[in-house]
T-cell receptor
Framework: GESVGLHLPTLSVQEGDNSIINCAYS??????FIWYKQESGKGPQFIID?????DKRQGQRVTVLLNKTVKHLSLQIAATQPGDSAVYFC????????????FGQGTILTVHP | NAGVTQTPKFQVLKTGQSMTLQCAQD?????MSWYRQDPGMGLRLIHY???????DQGEVPNGYNVSRSTTEDFPLRLLSAAPSQTSVYFC??????????????FGAGTRLSVL
């Protein structure tokens, strides 16, 4: 079936670097995308979202880019800090039901001091 | 701010036992969902509810039952636990309505082991 996946399962960066986490989605009907951060032993925490009528959205130190042509989503974290170390998930919603998010596999981000 | 509260945090069951995972939210959200998370995988939707009295199946519903008698509570029942149900279970809620507000808020999870 349709699914959301990630290109890179792990990413290691130095503190202060910028991080880019990628996500590919296959459901062309998806119209809403969310990035979540999950720290060890905790539930996913909302980071940023974007609708399909946008190609870029910025938050505090984070930017999400959406390329509908190639069905690609990315999360950019500026000036990465050790506290950013976590698993990052992208999720999509095809708009048919607001409770039905499809999650990607996840990328482990490790930030070295 | 309690948000989404799940109990218990940890549980060990024997094969064939039944139990209920509790989930409560105090944000007056219409929508609630249950996910399971297995090692190296993303979250998979088990069941969800778009309002009191309304539930529907997600991607992996077999072996689980849900009900939604109130807006606040959305319990997940395992009727006869199997080792394949060993996982971490997350409950989530979201306001629903306008797609712009479709942010799901997650509980801290219940770690379940079935022996």
């Amino acid at each position: 079936g349709e699914s959301v996946g990630l290109h890179l399962p792990t990413l290691s960066v130095q503190e202060g670097d910028n991080s880019i986490i990628n996500c590919a989605y296959s459901n062309s009907a998806s119209d809403y995308f969310i990035w979540y951060k999950q720290e060890s032993g905790k539930g996913p925490q909302f980071i940023i979202d974007i609708r399909s009528n946008m190609d870029k959205r910025q938050g505090q130190r984070v930017t999400v880019l959406l390329n509908k042509t190639v069905k690609h989503l990315s999360l950019q974290i500026a000036a990465t800090q050790p506290g950013d170390s976590a698993v990052y998930f992208c999720a999509e919603n095809a708009g048919t039901s607001y409770g039905k998010l499809t999650f990607g596999q996840g990328t482990i981000l490790t930030v070295h001091p | 701010n309690a948000g989404v509260t799940q109990t218990p945090k940890f549980q060990v069951l024997k094969t064939g036992q039944s139990m209920t995972l509790q989930c409560a939210q105090d944000m007056n959200h219409e929508y609630m969902s249950w996910y399971r998370q297995d090692p190296g995988m993303g979250l998979r939707l088990i069941h969800y509810s778009v309002g009191a009295g309304i539930t529907d199946q997600g991607e992996v519903p077999n072996g689980y039952n849900v009900s939604r008698s109130t807006t606040e509570d959305f319990p997940l029942r395992l009727l006869s636990a199997a080792p394949s149900q060993t996982s971490v279970y997350f409950c989530a809620s979201n306001p629903g309505g306008n797609l712009a507000k479709n942010i799901q808020y997650f509980g801290a999870g219940t770690r379940l082991s079935v022996l």
